[in-house]
């Protein structure tokens, strides 16, 4: 390290630097950024305290000794142990917005934000909309993106089955000062919800097969594997929110559920289910629309109903 501290000099020689021994390194980009420029630029302007926003003047300028050692530091963490940047600066953006992301949850890259920017348009009257349920919330980030920027009329329930994504998903809730719209609970999918009734549920739920969990990137491994694993297709988590999901909806309610790679298997083992398939301007595909009247109609098809379920205890 003190060879190279003694070489590099300002933000953009260590920006250089750091791109240089990422590609050399081959690590994976798709945790915020997509190429090795970026990633570097966030972790040296990050481990230099300074915003991304800083102006181009700043870049020539000479760090301290100190202060090479701290974006060294992070460089290599990201190098030798694969972490993605988001967890290594605590900070991942989603719909524009800010999110405190740790490794107690996965990272926000659902394409879902480009629809929540759009107000979830045709598919809901957000003016209409007076209680949405963000199904495997996580970091929070559907559930808080949505309040603000999508529904504003609505309170929205947070849920998630790990107490610990919960806690960083109040922390996010917190920050913006929602506790009073959205609201974490407890529960196992719909197990905790008995007797409520949702215009809008939007879940991003564990979905990848075994065979996409054996191929992943290192920097995945990361990531909590509770909200990664879905069984051997995938399908674990979705055919049950599927079979469940009309019970808690309203008569005109709307189900939008991404299931990303596992798409494929979902179409072949429902064939005869309209679902409506989005497409999305800045990439991400596998994301689906039943409304509350296709489920009720395809009920049969989308299986019995399941035993009556209630999780024992709370995050308290």
């Known amino acids: 390290m003190d060879h190279t501290i003694d070489e590099l000099h300002t933000i953009t020689d260590f920006v250089r630097w750091g791109a240089s021994q990422f590609s050399r390194a081959q690590l994976f980009f798709g945790h915020g950024t997509d190429n090795a420029v970026d990633e570097a630029i966030t972790l040296v302007l990050h481990a230099l305290h300074l915003p991304r926003t800083t102006p181009e003047i700043l870049w020539q300028s ?16 990201r190098i030798e142990l694969r972490i993605p940047a988001p967890y290594l600066t605590h900070e991942a953006w989603f719909a524009n ?3 405190y992301v740790d490794q107690r949850v996965l990272i926000p890259r659902s394409p879902l934000a480009e629809l929540i920017e759009q107000q979830y348009q045709p598919w809901v009257d957000v003016e209409k909309v007076t209680r949405v349920l963000d199904l495997c919330t996580g970091s929070g980030c559907i559930a808080i993106a949505s309040a603000m920027l999508a529904v504003p009329n609505a309170e929205v329930d947070a849920v998630d089955v790990s107490c610990q994504a919960l806690e960083v998903a109040q922390q996010n809730i917190d920050s913006y000062g929602l506790e009073h719209r959205v609201y974490t609970v407890y529960s196992d999918l719909f197990a905790n919800l008995k007797g409520l009734e949702y215009d ?6 564990p979905y990848a ?8 990137p290192d920097e995945y491994h990361h990531e909590p594997a509770v909200g990664l694993e879905a069984g051997a297709d995938g ?23 991404e299931v990303g790679l596992s798409q494929a298997a979902l179409v072949e083992q429902y064939p005869t289910v309209p679902f409506t398939w989005l497409e999305f301007s800045r990439g991400g595909t596998g994301v689906f629309v039943l409304t509350a009247e296709q489920l009720r109609e395809y009920a049969g098809v989308l299986g019995s109903k399941g035993e009556e379920r209630t999780l024992d205890g709370s995050c308290n």
């Open 62 to 77: 000479r760090l301290t000794y100190v202060e090479k050692r701290q974006v060294l530091e992070v460089l290599n963490q």
């Open 97 to 99: 917005l800010r999110f």
């Open 200 to 205: 809008l549920i939007v879940s991003n739920p």
């Open 209 to 216: 097969d075994a065979n996409e969990m054996g191929e992943m």
């Open 235 to 257: 399908l674990f988590y979705v055919k049950q929110i599927l079979r469940d999901a009309v019970d808690y909806l309203s008569p005109d309610g709307v189900l939008i559920v």
